[in-house]
């Protein structure tokens, strides 16, 4: 019998115990603290190895100042509006397109430089709700949902492959 590892013998058995396996090569022992040395990436998640390769299309560009600030300003334009229609329960992707080109915005269009940018609104796939895009500037963006659960509103910059939206999958 084995337990926790060990091996246990009745104590009238004749002969060696058997074996269950090489001693001269243990296992490998997984460390808890994460990947071995030199196999980290600094700033990955994790410290996983080749997460930011892996992952690159997840991970937005940076915003310069000026598109940083002009992207905060929208986003607390946007929020009391996502929350209001949180409040009302009103999530769906035409309640939220309607309230927010209130505000202002083109409805998908080209992206400006000048004013204010141009809106994305889009269903959810799985559940009630919908997300919001919206390009401040070419580099800069305000991205939110409002959903049956919660709302949240953000800023971040663009991703490489699909805009303001976060991408959902690899390539």
């Not at 600030?69 to 334009?77: F, K, M, P």
């Not at 996502?82 to 999530?91: F, I």
């Not at 963006?141 to 991703?159: D, E, H, L, P, S």
């Amino acid at each position: 019998m084995t337990a926790c590892g060990q091996q246990h013998t009745d104590p009238t058995a004749t002969g060696p115990a058997p074996s269950f396996g090489s001693t001269s090569s243990p296992l490998p022992v997984r460390s808890p603290l994460g990947p071995a040395r030199g196999n980290v990436e600094p700033d990955s998640h994790d410290g996983a190895p080749h997460y930011r390769e892996n992952n690159g299309f997840k991970i937005p560009r940076d915003m310069s100042p000026a598109g940083e600030e002009a992207a905060r300003e929208e986003a607390a334009r946007i929020e009391p509006v996502l929350k209001r229609l949180w409040t009302a329960k009103a999530w769906d992707a035409e309640s939220v397109r309607a309230a927010l080109l209130k505000l202002g915005y083109r409805n998908e269009g080209p992206d400006s430089e000048q004013g204010r940018g141009t809106l994305f609104v889009q269903a959810h796939d799985r559940n009630p709700g919908a997300g919001v895009a919206l390009n401040v500037r070419h580099d800069a963006c305000v991205t939110a949902f409002v959903q049956t659960t919660n709302y949240q509103v953000k800023v971040n910059g663009r991703f490489l492959e699909t805009g303001c939206f976060e991408p959902r999958g690899g390539h």
